[in-house]
């Protein structure tokens, strides 16, 4: 039995977190494969094995502080095996282009319709004259799907009818979702970089917050954006209708109009675009100290303390905006992992951070019961072992999901058909089983974007125009606005290893990156998830300040059907964070400038 140790790493380097062990008990290994990867105080680096032979122990998991010497693993020496990840010598651009016949993986969106949708093929529908009808298009809903989707089709030429409680489209991503949350992180950011610029001798005094002008900016930014699109609606001549809108057939919807009365309307065809909204704890009081998203978005004080119950992203992007105004931010997360589903190399340097600015972050962790007392609110958890413990928190805000706005809509008067968490079956080209109704944004499933939203808006009105158009994206870009921001698109490497999909990781650690230091924010990694055998790009995933702007050449080359070389030989402007890009794609060959790690 051969041990392994944690090797020297840098000059000064004592010890680093084991962010990620990427090999199990029994596995074959070969000298120079990755075993794990190491985070120090200056990057996260691979560490690879020194030797052949098979995994008979491993010593240390995911979070674990270990010292450099100290053994990580035993192994029997001397057996050697391919692994399904070791990369095969590079082909030549050419040759990799040629080889690319194979599509990149789709990202899944839908749950299966629970019986095929087909129409026949689309034609330009007819006008409400000619169909007798109030409007040609009525547009349920006008948040980002149901907006881009109406203005698209009214820039197509068609009469368009818009249906929404509010009096301009903006739906919940302009009114209380995306747009408001970021007004407040950026305000959250000016604070900690504030703070933060004590490291290279500047400092300001403690932030001093005037709430109701904070809340105020922030409501100004929320009407200004939906000051706009209404203004553009208006130009595009599209009817707005204030109201709650329910089938009563397949053709003909009854609005209960917001300001009293109600208002029958006929359509040639729908776009049914209604969103969703978040899922309440069944067992949670009725108390202004439980908020759900909305309300936290309203900030009406900043809590002494906070207890955010779900780790996923709205959630920790509003626990970190009252971290940041001062609110002491406790998260519990039924799962193992908070940001479950991303991959946990870039979640750790996440986590990191947030465990900088909030008290404590409990995962596999259950809240089992939820009372108001004079003090606050008194939560009962329940850990992985059964055992019970509680806490009192001056507000709780509750982000454990959302659910599509399916009921209450009539949709038993017409034919379309929902999965059994409530999302419309559609296929490619968003139609629903209705031929007269189509389907877009939440309501249809994840991801729960606005820009998935507004593209699928958009296929399904040129499908209605008559045109030849599929809803097939290879890389819907995910970003997750917290500091450092997580952002992925195409395939990420849980997702590869799931499927059992042949890749190899490409990676580059901010540590090495001259923007990032200059910032002083080497908090970040760029990774590239890539085909071995055609070297094409099938995933992005980066994690650092502003990865949520960087996601963007990863969609482009995912879409493109770019390979590594292709990234690689693009020059990229120094010194910048995209440069990271260029250098995962130039690791990808063991020839990265900043860093020096020789291809195996
Ligand atoms: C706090 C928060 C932050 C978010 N941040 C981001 C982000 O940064 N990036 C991102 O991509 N996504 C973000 N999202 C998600 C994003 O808001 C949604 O994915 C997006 O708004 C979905 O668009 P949609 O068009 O499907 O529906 P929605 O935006 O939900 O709009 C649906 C509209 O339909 C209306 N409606 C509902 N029922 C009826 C009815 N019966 N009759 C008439 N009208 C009706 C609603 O009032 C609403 O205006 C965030 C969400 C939240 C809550």
């Not at 977190?17 to 070969?30: E, Q, R």
């Not at 590079?90 to 789709?106: D, T, Y």
């Not at 940041?324 to 992992?337: A, D, I, N, R, W």
């Not at 090495?512 to 790009?537: F, H, N, Q, W, Y």
């Amino acid at each position: 039995m051969t041990d392994i140790k944690l090797p020297e790493v840098g000059e000064n380097i004592e010890a680093g977190t084991i962010v990620n062990v990427y090999v199990n008990v029994g596995d074959s290994i070969t000298k120079g494969m990755d075993l794990l990867e190491l985070e120090t105080d200056k990057a996260s680096l691979p560490v690879p094995s020194p030797t052949d032979g098979v995994i008979k122990e491993i010593l240390v998991n995911t979070g674990d502080e270990v010292k450099i010497g100290a053994v990580i693993m035993r192994v029997e020496a001397g057996a050697s095996a391919e692994t399904s990840e070791a990369p095969k010598p590079a082909p030549k651009k050419a040759e990799a282009k040629a080889a690319e016949a194979k599509p990149a993986a789709k990202t899944e969106t839908k749950s299966a319709p629970s019986s095929a949708i087909e129409h026949a093929p689309a034609a330009a529908i007819p006008t409400k004259e000619e169909a007798g009808k109030d409007t040609q298009l009525v547009v349920i809903g006008g948040g980002p799907g149901g907006y881009a989707a109406a203005f698209l089709a009214a820039d197509l030429g068609m009469d368009v009818t818009i249906v929404d409680l509010e009096k301009n489209p903006g739906g919940v991503c302009l009114y209380r979702g995306c747009i408001p949350s970021k007004a407040l992180l950026h305000a959250a950011k000016v604070i900690s970089e504030a703070r933060e610029a004590e490291e290279f001798g500047v400092t300001f005094g403690q932030p001093k917050i005037d709430l109701d002008k904070l809340r105020g900016w922030k409501n100004d930014v929320v009407t200004r954006l939906t000051g706009g699109t209404g203004q553009l609606a208006k130009q595009r001549k599209i009817t707005m209708i204030q109201g709650r809108a329910k089938f009563v057939d397949s053709n003909t919807l009854e609005i209960e109009k917001v300001g009293g009365g109600k208002q029958t309307l006929t359509y040639v065809k729908a776009i049914l675009a209604t969103g969703s909204r978040p899922i309440e704890l069944p067992f949670a009081p009725k108390s202004d100290r439980v908020m759900d998203s909305t309300s936290a978005l309203d900030i009406a004080t900043i809590p002494k303390n906070l207890l955010l119950i779900g780790g996923g992203y709205i959630g920790l992007e509003l626990g970190q905006v009252y971290a940041e105004l001062g609110t002491k931010v406790s998260v519990v997360e039924l799962l193992p992992q908070i940001m479950t589903g991303s991959d946990k190399d870039l979640s750790n340097i996440l986590i990191k951070r947030l465990k900088t600015i909030m008290d404590k972050i409990m995962v596999s962790t259950k809240v089992v019961k939820m009372d108001e007392t004079k003090d606050g609110i008194k939560i009962t958890f329940e850990d992985k072992d059964g055992k019970q413990f509680s806490e009192t928190y001056d507000k709780v805000l509750v982000a454990i999901g959302r659910r599509p706005n399916s009921d209450n809509i009539g949709l038993e008067n017409t034919k379309i058909s929902v999965n059994d968490r409530g999302f419309v079956d559609v296929n490619a080209q968003l139609q629903t089983h209705d031929p007269s109704i189509y389907a877009i944004g939440d309501i249809v499933g994840n991801p729960m974007l606005a820009h998935k939203a507004s593209h699928e808006g958009r296929v399904a009105v040129e499908h209605m125009a008559g045109h030849k158009v599929a809803f097939e994206p290879n890389a819907i870009p995910a970003v997750v606005f917290t500091d450092p921001e997580m952002a992925w698109a195409g395939l990420t490497e849980t997702e590869a290893k799931a499927q059992g999909r042949k890749h190899v990781v490409a990676k580059f650690p901010w540590g090495a990156s001259g923007r990032a230091i200059t910032l002083d924010r080497v908090d970040g990694m760029t990774k590239l998830i890539v085909d071995p055998d055609t070297e094409r790009i099938l995933g992005v995933s980066i994690v650092g300040p502003n990865a949520g702007e960087m996601i963007a050449e990863g969609v482009l080359a995912i879409e493109m059907g770019a390979n590594v070389t292709d990234l690689k030989m693009s020059i990229h402007a120094h010194p910048t964070l995209t440069e990271t890009m260029m250098e995962a794609a130039e690791s990808f060959f063991g020839q990265a400038t900043h860093i020096y790690r020789p291809k195996k």
